[in-house]
């Protein structure tokens, strides 16, 4: 006869599988999203597993890691994959549906609805302490101004040692010389992931020695 302990991991499961999305609810919500705000989302499907595994390779598991642009959830799921603890996960997405969409999908996660050039440590402080962080942000479609405040209240809440790594479809870091030199911050592109529509790379910003 099975122990009460097996039906909690069965029920735990189910209700898992019930708060994850389709292939098909996700493509949904990813094109309403993008017609009703095409510059916001900057692309034409979510993230290929490729680039998802590619920019989080670095992840530890134990850490804490702050997701911005999460869209509909690609690379918080590899991140869960790899280990992670939902409770250590801070996902910041400005559009309602898809926030609440990650609110249903990660509730142990800290899900804020903020434009992230907004966040700051003191209006934010889920931000302290983080260890890591990955951008999904469509950054060429964000002025350098935006880019400035973004980098400053995430790397002011980063542990030392700490870097955010980002996508790009372009050709070259979409974050200008002036705005890393201003923020202390350098650029390395660390992958190119050709099997992604489109293909992409992977950069990770760090402080400067
Ligand atoms: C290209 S989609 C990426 C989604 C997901 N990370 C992926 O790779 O499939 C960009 C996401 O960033 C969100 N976004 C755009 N500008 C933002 C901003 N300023 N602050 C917070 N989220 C933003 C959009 O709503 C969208 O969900």
């Known amino acids: 006869m099975h122990s009460s302990p097996s039906y909690k991991t069965i029920a735990q499961v189910k209700s898992a599988s019930s708060r994850s999305m389709s292939w098909l609810q996700e493509r949904k919500q990813f094109v309403k999203a993008l017609l009703s705000n095409p510059a916001a989302i900057g692309a034409v499907a979510p993230s290929g597993a490729a680039l998802a595994a590619a920019i989080t390779e670095s992840i530890e598991p134990r850490g804490k890691v702050l997701e911005l642009g999460c869209g509909t959830g690609v690379f918080t799921r590899e991140m869960l994959r790899k280990g992670v603890a939902p409770s250590s996960l801070v996902l910041v997405e400005q559009d309602s549906e898809m926030s609440s969409s990650l609110r249903t999908q990660f509730p142990e ?101």
Do not use: W
């Open 109 to 209: 996660a800290a899900v804020l609805q903020v434009s992230a050039q907004d966040l700051s440590r003191e209006s934010h402080p889920e931000l302290h302490g983080i260890d890591a962080a990955i951008c999904g942000l469509p950054l060429r479609n964000m002025s350098g101004a935006h880019h400035h405040k973004l980098l400053t209240a995430v790397f002011e809440a980063m542990r030392p040692g700490g870097s955010m790594h980002f996508f790009t479809y372009g050709v070259r870091c979409p974050i200008s010389p002036s705005v890393l030199e201003d923020c202390g911050l350098f650029a390395r592109r660390v992958r190119f992931v050709p099997l992604n529509l489109p293909p992409a790379s992977v950069y990770s910003l760090s402080r400067q020695p």
